[in-house]
């Protein structure tokens, strides 16, 4: 029942119901965004735990480096009929849309899967309905059932040598679980609470709570970053000692944070922004936004881009390596980059389309970034790849999947989602 109530709010958000939207993303609730003085107090008079800055010209990009992957160089350029590949699975004459071990492109093996006679490798289901992803770390994948039970699972063929971690309460309220992450510790998050387990088994307890209306969560380096709708960000360290809280960010959503640690970034709304309009934020499905890094050894947030985003919930656009930020627009729907450590940075199109309401559930490997492309409207969507440096050409991995594809997570040679029906699947990628 809990999961179910979790697929309510989502299909009702991409569906174009945006009073939700509309609510938690008001200028007229809350203070604008303000900077901050020097000594944490902000220029609107509030006191805050540490001061915003805003980011200034001249700093030097870092040096990226890789060999650009041209997507389209794998791809046959037109039938996937009569095709060669070299290698060892490789051979002339084979038909790509329906050789397992060539799925759709040369050397693209579907592992334990077949191939689905239109180049893409089937979807493996890895659990019964109702069961959603929550993310994987350390070799095991965490997920919990429509009971709120939350489960640590070897990733393997199936979810059968599952650790059980613990039950969210049945007191909780609204208790689907909204959101979660995984870093040294599993965290979930409840409409109003958050919960925690090692990962090596639970039992699952209160991290804190009460909290207003649910954002996301991101942990890394020993910390936890929150945004809470429809104002706030907070860093708390893994033992539950808050570092920091800002309570005028508002429209708080997206957070992401570097491999290392050093880093969160989060997206937050400057609702008094010039041009900022929000009947026609609600009727083209997008958000005036701004994208903020978060030093965290200095406690420091600094105001970096600004953006058009999706409003009304958290959607995971936002993602990070030791290097750049990855963020999919909502107006353009290009998937754009900018590098981690500059403080005036100029961002890159990494994926261009063009056509908006694009990309959902944007999660990347070490080389390449993952997303769903809308097909239909909001309720449709197919997985597909390219390079993080860009390049020509995407690579499609899944033919239509119904409703919001939310989380994802890449491990090993497979990306694991969750469909709208409650469903854990894996694909070869």
């Not at 965004?33 to 020097?38: C, P, Q, T």
């Not at 030097?60 to 590949?85: E, G």
């Not at 599952?162 to 995984?182: N, W």
Request: glycine residues 12%; hydrophobic residues 35%; negative net charge.
């Amino acid at each position: 029942m809990g999961s179910r109530r979790w697929l309510v709010v989502g299909i009702a958000v991409e569906a174009g119901l945006l009073t939700l939207a509309c609510g938690s993303f008001s200028g007229n609730d809350s203070p604008n965004v303000e900077d901050a003085a020097s000594d944490g107090t902000a220029t609107d008079g509030r006191a805050v735990d540490g001061a915003i800055t805003d980011a200034k010209s001249g700093d030097s990009a870092s040096t990226f480096s890789c060999t650009t992957f041209d997507a389209a160089s794998v791809q046959p350029p037109s039938s996937l009929k009569d095709q060669t590949c070299s290698g060892p699975l490789g051979g002339t004459g084979l038909d790509l849309a329906n050789d397992s071990k060539n799925c759709g492109w040369c050397a693209h093996d579907c592992l334990d899967s077949q191939c689905d006679g239109a180049g893409h490798c089937k979807a493996v289901a890895l659990s019964a309905p109702g069961t959603r992803l929550i993310g994987i770390a350390s070799g095991s994948l965490f997920y919990y059932n429509s009971l709120d039970d939350v489960y640590a699972a070897p990733l393997g063929a199936d979810l059968d040598a599952s650790t059980f971690l613990g039950t969210i309460p049945d007191a909780e309220v609204f208790r689907a679980i909204y959101h979660a992450t995984v870093a040294d510790r599993v965290y979930v998050r409840t409409f109003g609470q958050v919960y925690t387990a090692p990962l090596g088994g639970g039992p699952l307890t209160l991290f804190h709570g009460p909290m207003g209306a649910p954002g996301m969560l991101a942990a890394g380096g020993g910390h936890v970053f929150e945004t809470t709708q429809p104002n706030t960000f907070t860093d708390y360290k893994n033992d539950g000692t808050q570092v920091i809280s800002l309570p005028n960010v508002l429209g708080a959503t997206d957070v992401t944070v570097t491999p290392d640690g050093r880093n969160a970034f989060f997206v937050a709304r400057y609702a008094g922004d010039a041009g900022f309009d929000a009947a026609t934020d609600a009727s083209t499905y997008q958000s005036r936004a701004e994208i903020y890094r978060y030093d965290v050894a200095k406690s420091q947030p600094s105001h970096l881009l600004d953006a058009d985003w999706y409003g009304g919930m958290p959607t995971q656009l936002l993602v990070a390596d030791n290097q750049f930020v990855y963020f999919a627009e909502a107006v353009s729907g290009d998937i754009k980059r900018f590098p981690v450590d500059a403080t005036f940075p100029a961002t890159a199109t990494v994926v261009s389309k063009g056509n908006g309401r694009t990309v959902r559930t944007l999660t990347a490997d070490s080389e390449r970034l993952y997303w769903f492309q809308n097909t239909n409207a909001g309720i449709s969507f197919t997985l597909r790849s390219t390079s993080k440096c860009g390049g020509a050409g995407e690579l499609e991995y899944s033919s239509t999947s119904l409703y919001v594809p939310y989380p994802a997570a890449v491990a090993g040679a497979f990306i694991y989602l969750t469909t709208g029906d409650g469903d854990i699947l894996r694909i070869a990628k």
